[in-house]
């Protein structure tokens, strides 16, 4: 008899501080087989392992995924597709797997692209979702700050590309929250002028670790390029 293929889970594993990993996360994890996260070309290291290192038992092998940093959108669908032929391979052979992200699985993760090839090569795979909490509402509660109230919307946009998303979408919330602020910094900080958000605007970096920051003034990214790890919280006022 043909043994079951296993299931995925893709876990969200927080921001950055063990302890806001999902209950339901750590009893996953108690049980797997195979751990999977997602590296650089450059190097094999990944932040969401460390985070979950201690729930994560011995006897689970750790796998990590080489996805390249680049803007070649058919480099980035080959890698995509080749890692989840390798995440179907292990599946079929009955063991069960986990896909490990910073934050929440599927806000600006790399595993929303796996689980979008899985569909499409091999559908008959069970996957189980965790939700993790995203580092803007563990901003939000870092520094005491209601990210909508009443009748409010809030924006979630990617400042990777500079600050022309928020110049798009300014209007239409008065809360706004920019991830992967780290790089067109001085376009982000031009962009929130121009909404007059800049004086009610945070961005918090590296949240949760050892050398997170809080920055209130945020007009000074535009002299300093930040962590990686950094948002932005803007308000109307």
């Known amino acids: 008899m043909k043994k079951a293929s296993g299931t995925l889970y893709g876990i969200g ?3 950055g501080d063990p302890d806001l990993i999902p209950v339901k996360a750590v009893d996953v994890l108690g049980k797997i087989d195979l751990i999977f996260a997602a590296a650089s070309t450059k190097n094999e290291h990944s ?5 979950a290192t201690r729930h994560i038992p011995r006897s689970a092998c750790i796998k990590m995924l080489s996805f390249p940093m680049t803007r070649d959108q058919k480099a980035r669908q080959a890698s995509w597709h080749s890692n989840a032929e390798i995440i179907i391979g292990e599946l079929r052979k009955g063991l069960n797997a986990a896909f490990l992200t910073l934050g929440d699985c599927l806000t600006y993760a790399t595993y929303g692209y796996i689980l979008k090839a899985i569909g499409q090569i091999a559908p008959e795979i069970k996957v189980v979702t965790i939700p993790g909490i995203t ?5 939000a509660a870092r520094i005491n700050l209601p990210l909508v109230e009443g009748e409010q919307s809030l924006l979630v946009v990617s400042g990777a590309e500079g600050g022309n ?5 300014c209007d239409c919330a008065e809360n706004v929250v920019i991830m992967k602020a780290y790089r067109n910094t001085g376009d982000i900080v031009a ?3 121009e909404a007059g ?3 009610t605007s ?9 050398d997170e920051k809080i920055i209130k003034d945020v007009s000074s990214l535009s002299k300093s390029k930040p962590g990686y790890w950094t948002l932005v919280i803007a308000k109307k006022k």
């Open 13 to 15: 594993v927080g921001p």
């Open 47 to 51: 932040r969401a392992v460390e985070i």
């Open 135 to 139: 580092s803007y509402q563990a901003a």
């Open 165 to 169: 998303n928020l110049r798009q979408v």
């Open 191 to 193: 962009a929130l002028g």
């Open 197 to 199: 958000m800049l004086d």
């Open 202 to 210: 945070v961005a918090v970096s590296n949240l949760g670790m050892e």
